[in-house]
């Protein structure tokens, strides 16, 4: 059975009426720019998050950039973040100028690790960026409290937790502000590029809209130096039509995670689920010793995975100015060893998840079988 990573032509197939509504709107409306679709899908998003204020943007690179700029980040300034993340994470803090500080990761969760944080802290330090990967949030509470005593913004990169919860809170409505990235294989995905920024003050909000827009406060009029990253109206409409089927779609993803996680008990490293967070798997990541020939043996079964990600941002060649060296962050350089992303998304069917799990328990019992075998083998000729 072939099982493919994601399956973007399902999912519209799966919608079409009602994306195909929306766009057939945008287009006989002439206007794609800054109208009533953005204006709607704001104020829709603002209701799914349940407090605070949304301003829609082009990507979620630049709902980060954008958020740290109102904040004012910039050169000079050390942003504290992970290096286990997309690294279009650290991209929008480099185009601030400020220098990104990472923090190892909890091995469990590949999360930020909150204990390590204040250590981090110096006097340069103006932003601390939790990346709540793969779905599941990090440990705000704390994380929160040593933000406050330090009078240190906090930004939640919420681009695969749409939808996620801690202690009953939804991502993106702790820190000062979240960024959302509406790619097309989020939980919330575009039909191409997507993003937006929440924000509990209406200041920031302010700020935000003539950010993204020039920086301007009215046409033609420029207040504040700003940028173009304007979420079109052509995204912002579809992503309104798909925005009530998000939660049924997150349920779903933890119905699936759920199935992989009984069948693979024992076999593999399964993910870790916090008490008190809802996790809603924009990605299902298992940890192995023998992640490339189990890779490749799925591969061969026609089951696609990949890996996220394979190359932590404080090794990428791109970063090399900022001196860190293999060993200055052992846990996230050990689990981007072992990590391997399974198919996860709503379309999945259990037929589909269970040709996964047999897959792997197959591949695990053959690779047990030879290791015991060479051993025998081994002993026999000592």
């Not at 009953?168 to 995905?189: E, H, Q, R, V």
């Not at 207040?223 to 979420?231: A, F, H, M, Q, T």
């Not at 290791?371 to 000729?381: H, M």
Request: glycine share 8%.
């Amino acid at each position: 059975m072939k099982v493919p990573f994601g399956d973007m032509k399902l999912h519209y197939h799966s919608y079409k009426s009602q994306i195909d509504q929306a766009v057939h709107r945008v287009l006989e409306s002439g206007h794609y720019i800054l109208g009533s679709e953005l204006e709607k899908f704001e104020a829709n998003f603002e209701k799914f998050l349940g407090s605070g204020y949304v301003a829609g943007c082009a990507s979620g690179t630049e709902a980060i950039y954008l958020a740290l700029a109102a904040a004012g980040v910039s050169a000079g300034d050390e942003v504290l973040v992970v290096a286990h993340t997309a690294v279009p994470t650290i991209s929008a803090i480099s185009m601030t100028g400020a220098t990104p500080v990472f923090v190892d990761i909890d091995p469990d969760t590949c999360l930020m690790n909150v204990d390590l944080v204040e250590r981090k802290i110096t006097e340069k330090t103006k932003a601390i960026v939790p990346v709540h990967l793969y779905g599941q949030m990090v440990d705000m509470e704390p994380l929160l409290k040593i933000a406050a005593q330090h009078k240190i913004m906090v930004l939640e990169d919420c681009a695969q937790s749409t939808g996620a919860t801690y202690k009953g809170a939804i991502a993106g409505t702790l820190g000062d502000y979240g960024a959302f990235s509406f790619y097309p294989s989020k939980n919330l995905g575009a039909f191409g590029d997507g993003g937006a920024v929440s924000t509990n003050s209406r200041e920031n909000f302010d700020k935000l809209v003539m950010l993204r827009n020039y920086g301007q406060s009215k046409r033609y009029y420029h207040d504040i130096v700003g940028i173009n990253s304007r979420l079109d109206e052509m995204q912002a409409a579809i992503l309104d039509a798909q925005l009530p089927y998000v939660g049924k779609w997150n349920e779903r993803r933890r119905e699936i995670a759920r199935r992989y996680n009984q069948g693979l008990e024992g076999i593999v490293k399964t993910p870790v689920e916090e008490e008190g967070r809802k996790h809603v798997y924009h990605l299902y990541v298992i940890q192995t010793e023998n992640r490339e020939e189990l890779q490749e043996y799925l591969l061969d079964k026609g089951i696609q995975t990949l890996i996220h990600y394979p190359n932590p941002a404080h090794l990428q060649k791109a970063y090399g100015y900022l001196g860190y060296k293999p060993g200055s962050l052992p846990q996230t350089e050990k689990v981007v060893k072992r990590i391997l992303s399974l198919p996860m998304h709503p379309g999945l069917t259990d037929e589909q998840v269970d040709a996964v799990i047999e897959a792997i328990s197959n591949f695990c019992r053959e690779h047990q079988s030879s290791k015991s075998s060479a051993k025998v083998t081994a002993n026999s000729i000592s």
